[in-house]
């Protein structure tokens, strides 16, 4: 069974960066395509990014092209996500999790992370 762990949340200021980390267990984990998802409160849980299990391919949504980067490491077993030019739209909380495919679909993606906060301050 995989299990997803996100870690680097935290609070920074508009304009500041943070990197976060999701450590998987398991040996198929760069087998697989992982994301990245936020949820506001009050808001449904969004797309934010995914990579390809190679890493040869990324996307991201709209918000934060430019800003945001995915990236892994699958002798490490972690993806990361680095945030830059954070805004208050940006606060949420964030959560890592591996897709069946390579894709921006909620419903592809079969294990999740437990989540870490994003909390940014104007």
């Known amino acids: 069974q995989v299990q997803l762990v996100e870690s680097g949340g935290g609070l920074v200021q508009a304009g500041g960066s943070l990197r976060l980390s999701c450590a998987a267990s398991g040996r198929t984990f760069s087998s697989y395509p992982m994301g990245w998802f936020r949820q506001a409160p009050g808001k449904e849980r969004e797309f934010v990014a995914a990579?390809?299990?190679?890493?040869?391919?990324?996307i991201y949504t709209d918000s934060v092209k430019g800003r945001f980067t995915i990236s892994r490491d699958n002798a490490k077993n972690t993806v990361y996500l680095q945030m830059n030019s954070l805004k208050p739209e940006d606060t949420a909380v964030y959560y890592c999790?591996?897709?069946?495919?390579?894709?921006?679909?909620?419903?592809?993606?079969?294990?999740w992370g437990s989540g870490t906060q994003v909390t940014v301050s104007s």
């Open positions: 999790a591996r897709a069946r495919a390579f894709s921006t679909a909620r419903d592809m993606y079969d294990t």
């Open positions: 990579i390809s299990w190679s890493a040869g391919d990324t």
